[in-house]
């Protein structure tokens, strides 16, 4: 028996706007914070290296290290409000209107120019933001993984992988830091699923809900700031991220193909429903609460705007929100998530309108094609 929606997301209406937006930080000056991670560290005595498609991603990450300090140009000058006024795509109620966004009779309609700049340069910190927290909870989360996964040739894979997230976290933080002079506490949404994947007790939970879900649609979503984004600086970053994220998210497609191969029904549908939630809790955060606070306008009115259209359908059919599950999905139909029992994660994507990415690439070879490391040296 599946659980109800509103066991699994403590509302009965995916679409409830005021539940999404009643849940804040309430706790933004806070300094630590505690997750109890309710598993045991597993010792293996069993050394001898058995997975080839593992053995392979671990020298990849090896030979694909990079330095945060001396591999990116942090002499390069960043004048965000230049790149927003001189960007013809910034927004503005005009483009707004294009993709079906009306701002009429809101106090989006008498904002200036200057509120308009202001209100990109806002977003860009808040993305950047929580892209830092991300990377903190893909540490953490990595770190457990190198601790609880049983197989050798897993452990040291995930040990490039803590590496690769202490650098991550590194460069946002930086960046935010000396470029943008300004940051965010992380999004209520974001850290209640952290908080869930690192107290779960089920090793493969990690891997789910950190590499195939977070990773998955933080692969996409770096992908579209760097097609839009005109700093080389963050063109650089993102691309040598997304050459680690790309081997993360292939970490998660190999291991639980394996593991998932030998699991009941019942186990998958624990799995599935996991994957529902927290392709749920990411959707709420990128409503963005924190940023109209900041910029003074009712997040219930902001958050409506940006809602168009009637019908969950055609709310749904915003592309940019669409295209940030391009990896999660077909990756999860890698899996047997989408179709076991019969097709339960299926129906659920389908309500949130991003079913369409199902026979796209899935992520387990990709990563060559996105090693930018490798291939900015072999040009020399
Ligand atoms: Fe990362
Ligand atoms: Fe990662």
Redesign the pocket.
Known sequence: MSRSDSEILGRSDVDDLDAIIAITNTDADEVVHAVRDNADAIFTWDYERSRVPLIKLYEKAKSSQWNGETDLDWSIEVDTERLIREDELRPSPELLAMIGVDVSGTALERWTEDQWVRFAMERQNWTMSQFMHG?QG?LICTAKIVETVPWIDAKYYAATQVM??AR?VEVFAKYLDTKLHSHYPINHHLEMLLDDIIADSRWDITYLGMQIMV?GL?LASFGMLLQATKDPLLQQLLRY?MS??AR?VAFGVISLKEYYEHLTDAELLERQEFAFEAAVRMRDRFLSQEMWERLDVPVKDAVRIFRTGATAEQRNADPFQQLLFSKIVPNSKKLGLLDANDGWLRKRFDTLGVLQFEDWADTSDEYELLDAVAADRAAG
Request: hydrophobic share 25%; proline share 0%; charged share 55%.
């Open positions: 990377e893909a690769d997230e991550h990773e933080a991220v680690d994220e993360h």
